[in-house]
């Protein structure tokens, strides 16, 4: 039974798919720094959720190039600007992961982030979960608050 039952965490591991949600407005000029580390991650079972919220950047454009790029499955969703309230209702409503994680258009993730996301709820629900944060510098060296 022990055995059946390690399998089932192996295979929700491997399987649950992870919405990595994103509320923007106007981060054309960050949120490739995102977009990278998306790309660079161990666990590749995930949606990019993107919910622009009525940006007058180059967001769109910025995104569309991305999905050109299809190095990860990206859903975008452009609205009229509401809040970031609205933009998280919106993604909440679009999202197809068994999990969703808000990841905000300034942010960046670790490579293991979203495996160790994956690694965690397959053992217990949970409703919430909260990673470790830093602050850091433009050279993305830490500081200390």
């Known amino acids: 039974m022990d ?6 965490i192996y295979l929700f591991y491997v399987l649950a ?3 990595v949600f994103t509320p923007t407005y106007n981060r054309a000029y960050i949120i490739r720094k995102l977009y990278k580390a998306l790309c660079g991650q161990i666990n590749k079972n995930f949606e990019w959720l993107v919910v622009d919220d009525g940006s ?3 967001t769109e454009f910025l995104i569309k190039d991305f999905v050109a790029e299809n190095k990860i499955k990206i859903k975008y969703i452009r609205q009229q600007n509401g809040g970031k309230h609205i933009a998280i209702n919106t993604g909440v409503a679009a999202a197809s992961g068994d999990l969703f ?10 490579s293991h ?8 709820t397959a053992n217990d629900k949970y409703d919430m ?13 830490k500081l200390q608050i």
């Open 17 to 19: 798919m992870i919405t």
């Open 56 to 58: 007058t950047d180059n």
């Open 3 to 8: 055995f059946i039952w390690y399998k089932f």
């Open 101 to 110: 994680f808000i990841v905000d258009s300034d942010d960046y993730l670790d």
């Open 113 to 120: 982030a979203l495996e160790t996301l994956a690694k965690v």
């Open 129 to 141: 979960i909260y990673f470790n944060t830093y602050v850091v510098d433009e050279k993305g060296e």
